[in-house]
C-alpha cells in the first residue's frame, strides 16, 4: 500500500535544518530579527506579511548572500502552533522561489548589523551547502509494517524466534525474567536486521532517482525506516515512481507512505558561529 500525502511537516524546536547559536537582543525594547532561512543573491526582496505574529518579511544581504527575516518585538519566541505555521509557511514561499538552507525556528539575531556578521564570517560554509542542495528539494517516505502486532507478525515469518519461543512454553516450568529477556533480545536483533535488509532494498530503487538519501531514526516499533530523500525539482515524478517501485517489492503487511516537497532540514549540516 502507498500513500502520497502533501502535509504540513509538524516543526519543532529540535527541527533539523541550519544550527545557528540563537543570539538574543541585550537592549530592552530592541527589535531582534527573527531568521527563516539563507538565500542565494544580494538583491533585496520584500515578501510581505506572512511572518511570525504578522511581520514583514524581507532580507538582509552580505556579499552575495543573504537571510530573511522579520522584526520581533521580544527576545524569545513561544512554540505555538500559530508561530510553527507561520515559520513554514515562510519556508514554502521562499521554496517556490528557488535554494534556500533553512533555519531551524526559534533563531532570533540582534539586528541588520548582527545579520551580516553572522553571514559574513559564514560566508564559504554557507556557499558550499546552497551549492549542496541546489536545484533540490526533500522528500520524505516511511514504510511500516501494517499488522495489528509486530511481535506476532516477526515470530510468525521467523522460524528461529518462534522456536525458541515455544520451547519455552512448552516447558513445564515458570518463564523467568532471564527467558523474557532472551526473547526480547532475539524479537528486537531479528527486527533490526530485518529493517536493514529492507531499508536496502528500497534504497536501492530510489538511488538513481535521488542525489542523497538519509536514514532517519524510526519513531515507532513498527515502523521500518524513515528516509530523507534529496530529490531534483525536476525528477519529482521519477522519485514517486521508484517509491511505487519499491513497493511493488512488499505484500501488504507493509504501508508506504511518502509526502513533500520540503525544504531541506536533513541535508542542511552547516553550524553557524554566531
Known amino acids: 500500500m502507498v500513500e502520497r500525502r502533501k502535509q504540513r511537516r509538524p516543526q519543532s524546536s529540535r527541527t533539523r535544518g541550519a544550527e545557528m547559536e540563537k543570539i538574543t537582543p541585550r537592549m530592552s525594547g530592541l ?9 542565494p543573491g544580494a538583491q533585496q526582496r520584500i515578501y510581505g506579511r506572512m511572518g511570525i505574529n504578522g511581520g514583514k518579511v524581507y532580507t538582509i544581504a552580505d556579499g552575495d ?32 522561489d528557488g535554494d534556500l538552507l ?13 545579520v551580516r556578521a553572522i553571514l559574513s564570517r559564514n560566508n564559504s560554509a554557507v556557499k ?78 530510489l538511488a538513481t532517482r535521488c542525489s542523497e ?12 525506516m524513515n528516509l530523507s530523500c534529496l530529490v531534483g525539482r525536476g525528477l519529482m515524478q521519477e522519485f514517486e515512481a521508484g517509491v511505487f517501485e519499491a513497493a511493488s517489492h512488499f505484500d501488504d503487511n507493509f504501508a508506504f507512505d511518502f509526502n513533500g516537497p520540503w525544504a531541506p532540514h536533513n541535508f542542511v549540516e552547516l553550524e553557524i558561529d554566531a
Open 65 to 96: 548572500i543573504a537571510a530573511v527575516v522579520s522584526d520581533v518585538p521580544s527576545e524569545k519566541i513561544r512554540p505555538e502552533r500559530r508561530h510553527f505555521a507561520a515559520h513554514q509557511g515562510v519556508l514554502k514561499k521562499l521554496m517556490a
Open 128 to 205: 558550499k551547502q546552497l551549492k549542496r542542495i541546489s536545484g533540490k528539494v526533500e522528500m520524505g517516505l516511511r514504510v511500516a509494517w501494517d499488522v495489528p502486532n509486530i511481535f506476532e507478525y516477526i515470530v510468525t515469518t521467523h522460524a528461529e524466534l518462534r522456536l525458541a519461543r515455544d520451547e519455552l512454553l512448552q516447558s513445564n516450568r515458570q518463564l523467568t525474567q532471564d527467558d523474557r529477556i532472551e526473547i526480547g533480545r532475539m524479537f528486537e536483533q531479528i527486527l533490526n536486521l530485518d529493517r536493514e535488509q529492507h531499508t536496502e532494498q528500497v534504497e536501492r530503487a
Open 31 to 39: 527589535k531582534g530579527k527573527y531568521l527563516y532561512a539563507v538565500v
Open 213 to 224: 538519501i538519509k536514514r532517519n531514526r524510526c519513531r515507532t516499533e513498527k515502523e521500518v
Open 102 to 114: 533553512p533555519v531551524t525556528f526559534g533563531v532570533i539575531s540582534n539586528g541588520p548589523k548582527s
